[in-house]
């Protein structure tokens, strides 16, 4: 197996010859973007301190992408990750006003007191 893959690197010809990027190379940068941006704003949804907060934002990000999972328009996908950067700049906000008030952790949060 290792043979074969290395055989095929090398006889490949593209290695050695520049080529135009594809639409399929595209299509795969504006994935690769997108995905990107999805992780981020669950991870900066994560870092909300307050319980609700945390869930609601993580639970409307996750929906948002969902409902435009099988978007294939490139202007309105476009258009729908400019809006998810100015969404994500507004959570990045959101988590720094967050975390300037103090707050009891609900007893959900704390798996010690289900027990």
């Known amino acids: ?3 074969f893959f290395f055989s ?3 006889l490949s010809p593209s290695r050695f010859t520049k080529q135009a990027p594809s ?3 595209g299509k795969m940068a504006q994935r690769t973007k997108i995905l990107g941006l999805y992780a981020e704003m669950l991870r900066t ?3 909300f301190h307050t319980y609700n907060f945390r869930e609601y934002a993580l639970r409307v990000t996750q929906q948002r992408f969902r409902e435009n999972k099988s978007l294939s328009d490139p202007d309105s996908a476009n258009k ?3 809006e998810a950067q100015k969404q994500l ?3 990045r906000r959101q988590v720094v006003i967050n975390s300037m008030y103090a707050h009891k ?3 959900i949060e704390d798996p010690q007191a289900m027990a």
């Open 23 to 25: 639409s399929h190379s």
């Open 1 to 3: 197996l290792r043979t």
């Open 45 to 47: 949804s994560k870092q």
């Open 105 to 107: 952790r609900l007893v």
């Open 80 to 82: 729908l990750v400019e």
């Open 89 to 91: 700049e507004l959570l």
């Open 8 to 10: 095929q690197i090398a």
